[in-house]
C-alpha cells in the first residue's frame, strides 16, 4: 500500500544557479514541485461516512498514527491532508518533551505554571437536573448564580461557581484539544490515491509542459 506523498509530486526543471554550472539554454536541475499541494475533493470531505473519530494518544505522531490505521506510515500525508493540517509543529498535539520546553520559554519558570490563566464555572443544575448554569465558561473569579427553582418553590442563590484554571491546564487543554482527529477509512483510500495522481499532473497547453509529470522553468539565459 505503500504511496509516499512525495513520490506523486510532479518534477520541476529550473535553470542551474549552482557555483561553476553551465551557462547555456539546457543546463537545467530536476526537483521536485513543492508548490503543487494535493488536498481532498470538497465532495469527499463533506461525506461523513467516508471518516471515523480517532484519538491521538500520547507521543503519536502522524506516521505512528498512519502505521496504526493503516499499516503504512508513509501515508502520514492522509492523516493530515483529511485535517487540513499544513504545520504539525502548531496543529499537531506535542509531545512531553516539547509541551514542557514550550512552558518554560513561554511562563519562564515551573512556579508560573501554578498561576491562574482564567476562571471557569462549574454547572449548576436545578432540583430536576436541568442545567442551569453551564460547565466550562470562562466567568470572573467569584461568579455567583441566582435563579428561581419552580419544582420546589425556592429563589436558589449561588456565591460563587467559579474556579480558577492554572496556566498548565489551559495549555494542556489547548494541546489535548489537537488530538481528537477525523481519519479517512481504509476502503477510501484507492479514491483519494487516483485523485493525487490526477492532480498532480501537468496539464498540456502550457508553455512550461514538458510531460504530464514534469514542467520546466523559463530560462532567462537565452534571452541574454
Known amino acids: 500500500m505503500a504511496n509516499p506523498y512525495f513520490r506523486n509530486l510532479p518534477d520541476f526543471e529550473y535553470v542551474n544557479r549552482t557555483p561553476g554550472a553551465a551557462r547555456d539554454a539546457n543546463d537545467y536541475i530536476a526537483v521536485k514541485n513543492l508548490f503543487k499541494r494535493g488536498k481532498l475533493r470538497e465532495d469527499i470531505f463533506q461525506e461523513l461516512a467516508f471518516f471515523e473519530k480517532y484519538q491521538?494518544?500520547?507521543?503519536?505522531?502522524?506516521?505512528?498514527?498512519?502505521?496504526?490505521?493503516?499499516?503504512?506510515?508513509?501515508?502520514?500525508?492522509?492523516?493530515?491532508?483529511?485535517?487540513?493540517?499544513?504545520?504539525?509543529?502548531?496543529?499537531?498535539?506535542?509531545?512531553?518533551?516539547?509541551?514542557?520546553t514550550y512552558l518554560l520559554e513561554k511562563y519562564g519558570s515551573y512556579d508560573a505554571l501554578d498561576n491562574v490563566h482564567h476562571y471557569e464555572s462549574n454547572e449548576v443544575k436545578d432540583s430536576q437536573g436541568v442545567v442551569i448554569f453551564a460547565k466550562g465558561l470562562r466567568v470572573g473569579a467569584a461568579q455567583s448564580v441566582s435563579y428561581f427553582d419552580y419544582f420546589s418553590d425556592l429563589q436558589i442563590n449561588i456565591a460563587n461557581v467559579s474556579r480558577p484554571i492554572s496556566n498548565y491546564e489551559y495549555e494542556e487543554n489547548l494541546n489535548n484539544k489537537k488530538r481528537g482527529i477525523f481519519i479517512l477509512k481504509p476502503i477510501y483510500l484507492n479514491v483519494v490515491f487516483d485523485d493525487l495522481e490526477e492532480m498532480m499532473q501537468s496539464e498540456e497547453g502550457s508553455t512550461q509542459y514538458v510531460s504530464e509529470t514534469l514542467r520546466r522553468g523559463d530560462n532567462p539565459r537565452i534571452y541574454q
Open 56 to 100: 491521538i494518544e500520547g507521543d503519536d505522531r502522524p506516521d505512528i498514527v498512519a502505521n496504526e490505521v493503516y499499516g503504512d506510515p508513509t501515508l502520514d500525508w492522509v492523516i493530515l491532508t483529511c485535517n487540513n493540517i499544513t504545520d504539525v509543529y502548531s496543529e499537531w498535539p506535542m509531545n512531553n518533551d516539547i509541551f514542557n
